[in-house]
């Protein structure tokens, strides 16, 4: 082997890859999907959609009574809810992705606007995504029982509307009806679409649009943010508590189980990984079956010269065995420290905790050294085949 340290080199670098690979990719699976759980954990799995589902919508009045969100708070594991719809609004002006609003003086004529999705929400709604004003403020109970004419924009819409300050109490122009602007949301933990939305107080809403409902309009909905491991029994109780003479008609979305749910992701993605560095490792024993095939024939004569002098077949292909185990082995080593760092890096850039299953890590040296003895099984048996005369006559 040392004979030729840089066609040894070579050889011991598909072993390395695979290894490495195989170490790296079961590292960074664990890690990714301890981040993914955390991440799921925190957000999607305190949260619930109840929505309204009547069997006839045509028909059916608004499902939910005034005191939806003090009905909800009041259950046990409950942080907040509010109710949400997309109001019908009728306006000449239209477009196919939001209703048309403009940012100008009530004393000039309507223009163009910028197409934007108009949301009525109750101030629980807001509490339930987290919602943090960047400018203003965010409006409150008094807004909500006055049904004052006013509105936020979220941090997308303001930038389309060219509204950045609100000190000079911008309005603006749903259609033709005028609200002041109070607020401007910077950041949502959840409901990212609120970030591209027109926010009106519920109660404001319903005095210039009238309640949703109808065909047309999109069925009003309640989101609800529990406590850590409550969901699935707010799920259970959440229509109950709204309406207890008709809860049927409510479809309450709760979130999946965060321990299958992180099951699946560790399944998913340690299959696709563990494939690739499967295949970095069959690409690393070919090249080593190669290398040693080429060994076995460019030592013919030492292998012919060891037979005369008394060698059996099993001494000689114990001998490239060896050395075929030895170069994955030391692929396997090395691969495992590049492993390892590879995870460690990742995390420490991405701010996470590295995971490293000790199984995994531990037997991957042997898992190059098993790799680079199942490769050089048949160039040893063609060695061990050679007979002497032959071999020292070439």
């Known amino acids: 082997m040392l004979a030729r340290p840089a066609r040894a080199a070579l050889t011991v670098l598909g072993t390395l890859l695979g290894v490495a690979a195989f170490v790296a990719v079961l590292g960074l699976t664990a890690t990714a999907s301890g981040q993914i759980s955390k991440r799921f954990t925190a957000l999607a799995a305190t949260e619930i959609t109840v929505e309204d589902a009547p069997e006839d919508r045509a028909t059916a009045d608004f499902a939910f009574p005034s005191d939806t969100e003090q009905r909800l708070t009041a259950l046990n594991g409950v942080r907040a809810a509010g109710m949400f719809w997309r ?151 959440a229509a109950l508590a709204i309406r207890p003479d008709q809860p049927e008609r409510f479809k309450v979305t709760v979130p999946p189980d965060p321990k299958q749910l992180k099951e699946q992701v560790d399944t998913d993605l340690g299959t696709l990984f563990l494939a690739l560095a499967g295949i970095c490792l069959v690409i690393g024993a070919v090249g080593i079956a190669n290398t040693t095939l080429v060994a076995v024939l460019e030592r013919t004569g030492e292998i012919g010269l060891r037979r005369s002098l008394g060698a059996r077949g099993r001494h000689i292909a114990a001998q490239f065995l060896t050395e075929s185990a030895a170069l994955g082995l030391l692929g396997g080593l090395v691969g495992t420290s590049l492993g390892v760092a590879a995870v460690v890096g990742v995390a420490i850039s991405k701010d996470w905790t590295p995971i490293l299953e000790p199984l995994a890590v531990l037997p991957a040296p042997a898992v190059g050294a098993l790799t680079g003895l199942l490769a050089g099984l048949y160039p040893a048996w063609r060695a061990s085949r050679i007979e002497p005369i032959e071999a020292l006559r070439r």
């Open 87 to 237: 109001p019908t609004i009728p306006t000449s002006e239209g477009s196919e992705s939001g209703v048309l609003v403009s940012a100008r003086p009530p004393s000039i004529a309507a223009g163009q606007g910028e197409p934007l999705t108009v949301t009525a929400v109750s101030p629980g709604y807001l509490e339930a995504v987290h919602a943090r004003a960047g400018a203003g403020r965010l409006f409150d109970s008094f807004h909500q029982r006055t049904g004052q004419r006013v509105c936020l924009l979220g941090r997308a819409a303001a930038s389309r509307l060219g509204i950045t300050r609100l000190d000079g109490q911008p309005a603006v122009f749903v259609g033709p009806t005028p609200l002041t602007v109070i607020g401007i949301i910077d950041e949502v933990d959840r409901q990212s679409a609120t970030l591209l939305s027109v926010l009106v107080p519920s109660v404001t809403a319903t005095n210039l649009w009238g309640l949703p409902g109808g065909l047309q309009g999109e069925a009003p909905k309640v989101l609800v943010e529990t406590r850590l491991g409550a969901a699935p029994l707010i799920g259970r109780q």
